[in-house]
């Protein structure tokens, strides 16, 4: 059974910084580009960051600069460390594998979501 499990993220005030990570369990996920989004509360979930299974990295523009998304693949995890938070990054915070980690595709990658992990920063 392939879980994608998150952790991390909290509540810190606005400034600060946290780091949210994601273990893939039940598929070894070099070759499989990750990512991850976020939803506030009201929103529609919204795409943040992705990293190939090379490398690459991608960022959506609220955070170039102030993120940096990584990858471990023989720890089957990657993170997402965030710098600078500000109130509007708030929101439940989604790892995704395959296909879902735009703007990279996979032929050989299903894609999956994580249940989410909680990141509040407080003005």
């Known amino acids: 059974q392939v879980q994608l499990v998150e952790s991390g993220g909290g509540s810190v005030q606005a400034g600060g910084s946290l780091n949210v990570s994601c273990t893939v369990l039940?598929?070894?996920?070099?070759?499989?580009?990750m990512g991850w989004y976020r939803q506030a509360p009201g929103k529609e979930r919204e795409w943040v960051s992705s990293?190939?299974?090379?490398?690459?990295?991608s960022y959506t523009d609220s955070v170039e600069g102030r993120f940096t998304i990584s990858r471990d693949n023989a720890k089957n995890t990657v993170l997402l460390q965030m710098n600078s938070l500000k109130s509007e990054d708030t929101a439940l915070y989604y790892c995704?594998?395959?296909?879902?980690?735009?703007?990279?595709?996979?032929?050989?990658?299903?894609?999956?979501w994580g249940q989410g992990t909680q990141v509040t920063v407080s003005s």
């Open positions: 039940g598929y070894s996920f070099s070759r499989c580009p």
């Open positions: 995704a594998s395959g296909n879902l980690a735009r703007p990279y595709v996979s032929s050989v990658c299903r894609s999956y």
């Open positions: 990293i190939s299974h090379l490398g690459t990295r």
